[in-house]
């Protein structure tokens, strides 16, 4: 953990990933492997998928009956060679802006909201809420948390330090 935050000082986050855009891996996969398993039997997590921040597909290879679709700003090429699903290049930024253009049945990030500015988030949230029902998030950090105006947390496990949380979408008025 400490390496990649060094890595973020040295380069900033983004140009860190536009640097390994064909390189990336995540070295906690079997963890994100073993929270997946277990959350997608009894969180029973089928559908229309967005892997949002999708890396070179950690998350989608263990979706492969699902319809599952990719976003990130720099790993399009890696992701659609390691996964065959198409991956939709937007920032965070691009997400405030302008929405999606699709419903999900489940919106899933992992090890990766917390990247977004903290001032940028809630307006992340909206947007995610108008697409999803349904947010899970894995992380190893207390970053993001997502609870609040427009998601609330239902359910979650955790596995050494990282955990998996289910947040359902929060109907304001
Ligand atoms: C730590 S990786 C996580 C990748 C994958 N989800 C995983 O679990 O391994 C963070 C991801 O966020 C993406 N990312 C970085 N800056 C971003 C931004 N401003 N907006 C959206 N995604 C961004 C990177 O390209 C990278 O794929």
Redesign the pocket.
């Known amino acids: 953990m400490d390496a990649?935050l060094n890595e973020y000082k040295k380069h900033g986050?983004?140009e860190f990933?536009r640097l390994h855009?064909h390189d990336?891996e995540?070295p906690h996969?079997d963890i994100?492997e073993n929270l997946l398993v277990e959350a997608k039997s009894v969180w029973n997590i089928k559908g229309n998928i967005l892997?949002l921040?999708?890396?070179?597909g950690?998350?989608s290879r263990m979706f492969k009956e699902c319809n599952v679709e990719g976003?990130?700003?720099?790993?399009k090429e890696l992701y659609e060679k390691n996964t065959a699903n198409h991956c939709i290049e937007?920032?965070?930024?691009d997400i405030v802006r302008n929405g999606f253009e699709r419903n999900y049945d489940f919106v899933i990030?992992?090890?990766?909201m917390h990247?977004?500015e903290k001032s940028m988030l809630p307006m992340l949230l909206y947007r995610i809420s108008e697409a999803s029902e349904n947010l899970i998030i894995?992380t190893p950090h207390k970053k993001p948390n997502c609870n609040g105006k427009f998601f609330l947390e239902r359910k979650r496990m955790k596995k050494e330090r990282t955990s998996i949380i289910l947040y359902e979408k929060h109907m304001t008025n």
Do not use: Q, R, W
């Open positions: 990649i986050v983004d990933y855009s990336y995540n996969n994100i892997d921040c999708c890396g070179s950690e998350v976003l990130d700003p720099y790993t937007m920032t965070f930024k990030c992992s090890y990766a990247l977004c894995i």
